[in-house]
């Protein structure tokens, strides 16, 4: 009899732990990460009403570790397709101002790039020398949930 209490524990417990039972249980995501081509995520976060606020898009991370900056790196023209892809230039608005983003970060250097700010969205490139590491597309007027 206790084999068997046992064995029913842990078919609870491990089947808890669904996508569904989790939404239920906690809400929608604030964010979740999804595969956008072989070995590239994006990161979509989401503001109250469920619009997308922020994505960010990066390639697969060799470690799993949460707290370790991205390292990884993705060509440029590949960055550029997903980007037009996930916000086209017709949703983007105009063009308010391209800038270089001239920054040291220690110890990565993971701060330079370029940043552009439209009248709906800034997209903002970290790396270069067609050696990208991500892009961090946010929208104007949307703040993420926390």
């Keep these: 009899m206790r084999i068997l209490f046992a064995i029913l524990f842990i078919c609870?417990?491990?089947?808890?732990?669904s996508q569904e039972a989790l939404?239920?249980?906690y809400g929608p995501p604030i964010s979740?990460?999804?595969t956008i081509r072989p070995g590239v995520f994006v990161t979509v976060s989401y503001a109250e009403t469920g619009d997308v606020c922020e994505m960010i898009i990066h390639p697969q991370q060799?470690?799993?570790d949460l707290n370790s900056p991205i390292t990884e790196t993705m060509q440029s023209t590949t960055l550029t397709e997903i980007i037009d892809e996930v916000v086209p230039r017709s949703q983007r608005g105009k063009l308010i101002?391209?800038?270089?983003l001239n920054i040291v970060c220690?110890?990565?250097?993971n701060c330079f790039g370029a940043m552009s700010t439209y009248e709906r969205v800034t997209i903002r490139r970290i790396g270069g020398d067609d050696k990208e590491r991500y892009a961090r597309?946010?929208?104007e007027g949307r703040a993420c949930r926390k």
Excluded: A, D
Excluded at 97 to 100: P, Q, V
């Design 97 to 100: 101002m391209g800038t270089f």
């Design 62 to 64: 060799l470690t799993l």
């Design 23 to 25: 939404r239920k249980k």
């Design 106 to 109: 220690l110890p990565l250097n």
């Design 137 to 139: 597309i946010r929208w």
């Design 12 to 17: 609870i417990s491990v089947n808890g732990q």
């Design 32 to 34: 979740e990460t999804l």
